[in-house]
């Protein structure tokens, strides 16, 4: 189709969860759509992040699309925390129960999206020549999907191999008895390492700020909840609307000052042996109370010495800089356990960072470690990375991030002033990062809808927020993440302003129940805060 341009009513970039759900959706309204995935298979991170050990850290039942009863009891998972290859399997078995692929072009990559203002219309074009023009431009390009490349002096000169969790290769990578490193202690890297010590002939983990590492418990599925559950579908998926993560958790016992020490250390032993992210929530003040936070922190952090023999190793794991929760918690199967190992040594970079690669290993300001093997673990260009990579531009030839530099600006985590008829999902001021990706997709996906069919019957042909609507959304989300402990902290979810310092929570910090009625109470009933115009 060279040389000739294709016209849609939608276009979709991205064939992750939120893109293989758009995609079904457009297409059952009668929709013309079509998607756009960079990829050679559907999955978006779950077909980058193939590295070894990689791990969904919630739910495998909660994982899940819930929007269609038969779907969700069409498929068994086989553990209560799926694996990557797993995980990436379901989502094909979905793009082929839902028949998206006829709509899908896959090893496409968008590499500009002009907004025409006469036309109202997106030109889009693509690195295979083709370019079409869509009405409605929806970005399922995710958070959490663009790798932070490494930029260490030297990697040139590397002789050996070298990996990113966030782009591994889809073919085996053998580090079977060769000596490796594992550059990077957040999930991925947690998770990598946890694998790779099985069977490296000796793995240097290289970390320079420790994590709170909490149990998954992993086990098999459960059939009796998953039949449970499939008996109210919908329900369940409503029940996670409700939630403030948008999965059904043991809920908050209250305010953590409302208990007796011994009593708050008995609340914490039994959310420790349920496993994963509920320790998060224990207590409805520890976000905002430092004390408590001291409490559950401190909690974590003794458990580091119960799992690791050498107390200098302990010492250089353990947390300390900053409060729990206010960066991810990470969720492992057996992380602490392999620096008790022979062939595992931790090289803490706090004190001793890496000055540069050489042709055999890695030099440190101390040391000198030969590696055969490297892997970068150092996470991603958060939230604007993969939109700014599809070059998508309003009429002044602005992108969404430029006008992101001083502070976020978005109308309900869905759309910007300035760029008519753009929707990105799970998008900065939602509760993106924050929610289940599944749940949160399944919400934006059905409001966009919603959106575009109020647009159709007012027979408008461009929808875009307000400047006021925009700062009252704005104003209201830097209000709920005022309190945060997590606001005051570092870290890629806090955007500081290089002008004047000032800080901003880039997700919706008020939950994802919160984020529902709030959103139900500014639209209304006539989608108030969008501009329709005919």
């Not at 797993?86 to 129960?97: F, G, M, P, Q, S």
């Not at 947690?190 to 490296?200: D, G, P, R």
């Not at 945060?484 to 910090?509: E, I, Q, T």
Request: some cysteine; proline content about 5%; hydrophobic content about 35%.
């Amino acid at each position: 189709m060279n040389g000739q341009v294709e016209e849609y009513s939608v276009v979709v970039v991205g064939a992750g969860m939120g893109g293989i759900y758009a995609l079904h959706r457009f297409a059952e309204l009668g929709h013309s759509v079509h998607g756009f995935e960079g990829a050679p298979g559907v999955g978006g991170v779950w077909y980058h992040n193939a590295y070894p050990g990689a791990r969904v850290d919630l739910e495998s039942d909660s994982y899940s699309y819930m929007f269609d009863e038969e779907l969700y009891t069409g498929w068994d998972w086989s553990e209560r925390y799926a694996a990557q290859p797993e995980i990436l399997r379901y989502l094909n078995y979905v793009a082929d129960r839902l028949d998206v692929r006829r709509n899908l072009s896959l090893s496409t990559r968008v590499t500009s999206a002009q907004w025409n203002p006469e036309e109202n219309r997106y030109l889009i074009k693509t690195d295979t020549g083709r370019t079409v023009r869509a009405r409605y431009l929806v970005m399922a390009t995710g958070n959490l999907s663009r790798p932070k490349d490494p930029d260490f002096k030297g990697l040139g000169d590397f002789e050996g191999e070298w990996y990113q969790t966030s782009h591994w290769p889809q073919t085996p990578v053998d580090y079977a008895g060769k000596r490796v490193a594992v550059i990077g202690t957040g999930s991925s890297g947690v998770q990598a390492a946890t694998e790779i010590a099985k069977t490296a002939g000796h793995l240097y983990v290289m970390q320079r700020t420790p994590h709170y590492v909490v149990p998954a418990h992993n086990r098999p599925a459960d059939p009796v909840k998953k039949e449970r559950l499939s008996r109210k579908v919908l329900e369940f998926r409503d029940e996670s609307y409700a939630t403030p993560v948008g999965y059904v958790l043991p809920p908050p016992v209250g305010r953590g000052v409302d208990y007796s020490p011994e009593q708050r250390l008995q609340i914490l032993e039994t959310r420790w042996a349920f496993g994963g992210q509920c320790l998060l929530s224990t207590f409805t003040d520890q976000g905002t109370n430092i004390e408590i936070n001291d409490v559950v922190s401190q909690f974590v952090r003794s458990k580091v010495a119960q799992q690791v023999d050498d107390p200098q190793t302990v010492a250089k794991l353990m947390p300390t800089s900053y409060p729990l929760g206010t960066r991810r918690l990470v969720i492992d199967t057996g992380y602490y356990p392999i620096f008790n190992q022979d062939n595992v040594s931790l090289v803490d970079m706090r004190d001793n960072p890496i000055e540069r690669i050489t042709a055999t290993g890695i030099k440190t300001r101390e040391a000198e470690y030969e590696v055969d093997v490297i892997v970068f673990a150092l996470g991603f260009e958060a939230f604007t990375g993969a939109l700014d990579q599809a070059n998508v531009r309003n009429e002044h030839g602005q992108q969404p991030s430029d006008r992101w530099a001083y502070k976020p600006q978005t109308y309900l985590g869905l759309m910007s002033n300035a760029f008519p008829n753009l929707f990105t999902l799970t998008g900065i001021q939602s509760p993106s990062v924050l929610a289940n990706f599944f749940t949160l997709n399944n919400y934006h996906v059905d409001l966009v809808d919603k959106i575009i069919g109020y647009a159709e019957e007012a027979r408008a042909e461009r929808v875009e927020p307000t400047l006021d609507a925009e700062k009252k959304w704005g104003d209201h989300c830097n209000e709920i993440a005022e309190p945060m402990l997590r606001r005051a902290v570092d870290n890629y979810m806090v955007h500081v302003n290089r002008y004047d310092g000032s800080r901003f929570f880039l997700p919706y910090a008020g939950g994802f129940d919160r984020y529902v009625a709030d959103v139900d109470e500014y639209l209304g009933e006539k989608y108030e805060g969008f501009e329709f115009t005919s």
